[in-house]
């Protein structure tokens, strides 16, 4: 009976905990009734919901808060800084362990970040980059390369329309990182091919709504003209497909378009025909996110910029690729 009783709770020891967990209750707890570890709490200052690719990625960071025990206290800034800017000072008040920030523009945070730093809390950045004087003001950035992304877009649709064609752009939100290099990767590289011209470039705010409202405005002034569209998203640019279809235009054939993340409504897109090609940038964060977190608590050095790893698809391979895509 007895050996039963020590077979039964040796299992449920076993069982219930992994090594590294007794090691640092055995540290923490020295013999008697050792205490739960920490739980660590994370401020989450994220930009909206504009866009598939937000979603995605909002709700790849909460999962995996979840999986992994963490305390997520998330904001939505509605698109704003200033929302930003409070629901930082508020999670610096509340002493959280660190601080990840999707930030809506590239500039204006260094009087927030500094009070971050002096209250020792590090700052992950996540999928949009900032400027600042002094970069020791966030620990790393986790995020794709746009000036690539913008580079590759333009070199497909080089291809595709053999260098020669009218372009209307779509660009991201004004100040972000990702409609700013976006755009410069997309005209450096079209540097090359002098009769790929952009007739037309605005913000459409990285939404759908916009999108379709902009390309309107373009079919009003412009529709003999457009062959080309480089939308900075795909919400954007299933906007613009609509707007093409409304005024009776055939999007994927008559205008070529293409445009960036990688969403399950580009691929459903593509398999429609209506969109060309899209760049993936992948928003599925969550994991990379903690890992890192976990290192820079445990004080170990990570780079200052981690990328994550891009991939054009094509309208040619959508059907076979769509059923595999996570977002
Ligand atoms: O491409 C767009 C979103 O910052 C990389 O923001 C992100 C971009 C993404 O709204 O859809």
Not at 107 to 130: C, F, H, Y
Not at 194 to 206: N, T, Y
Not at 272 to 283: I, M
Request: some cysteine.
């Amino acid at each position: 009976m007895r050996w039963l009783i020590a077979v039964a709770l040796f299992a449920l020891v076993g069982c219930k905990q992994q090594p590294s967990e007794k090691q640092q209750q055995a540290a923490e707890g020295a013999g008697s009734a050792a205490p739960a570890a920490k739980k660590l709490v994370i401020g989450f200052s994220q930009v909206g919901a504009e866009s598939a690719w937000r979603t995605a990625e909002t709700k790849s960071i909460r999962g995996e808060a979840e999986k992994r025990g963490v305390e997520l206290k998330f904001a939505d800034a509605q698109g704003k800084q200033a929302n930003q800017i409070n629901a930082l000072t508020s999670f610096i008040a509340q002493k959280v362990d660190a601080i990840v920030l999707a930030p809506v523009v590239e500039t204006g945070w260094e009087s927030v970040l500094m009070q971050a730093k002096e209250a020792n809390i590090p700052v992950i950045l996540v999928d949009r980059g900032i400027k600042v004087s002094d970069e020791s003001l966030y620990t790393t950035l986790i995020a794709s390369d746009f000036v690539e992304e913008g580079r590759m877009a333009a070199e497909w649709l080089a291809k595709k329309t053999n260098g020669k064609a009218n372009i209307f752009e779509l660009q991201g939100t004004t100040g972000a990182a990702p409609a700013i290099d976006r755009k410069k990767g997309f005209e450096e590289a079209l540097k090359k091919y002098p009769e790929m011209v952009i007739l037309k470039s605005q913000s459409a705010d990285f939404t759908r709504a916009k999108g379709k409202e902009v390309m309107e405005a373009f079919i009003k002034s412009d529709r003999e003209k457009i062959q080309a569209v480089y939308a900075h998203n795909d919400d954007m640019a299933l906007g613009a497909i609509q707007a093409l279809e409304e005024a009776g235009m055939n999007p994927g054939k008559d205008v070529t378009l293409i445009s960036i993340d990688g969403v399950k409504g580009a691929f459903e897109a593509m398999v429609a025909g209506k969109l060309n090609a899209t760049v993936e940038c992948n928003p599925l964060m969550g994991p990379i996110v903690f890992d890192t977190i976990t290192k820079v608590k445990a004080g170990e050095k990570v780079p200052k910029f981690i990328q994550s790893k891009d991939q054009l698809f094509e309208q040619s391979t959508a059907a076979q690729v769509i059923s595999t895509r996570e977002y």
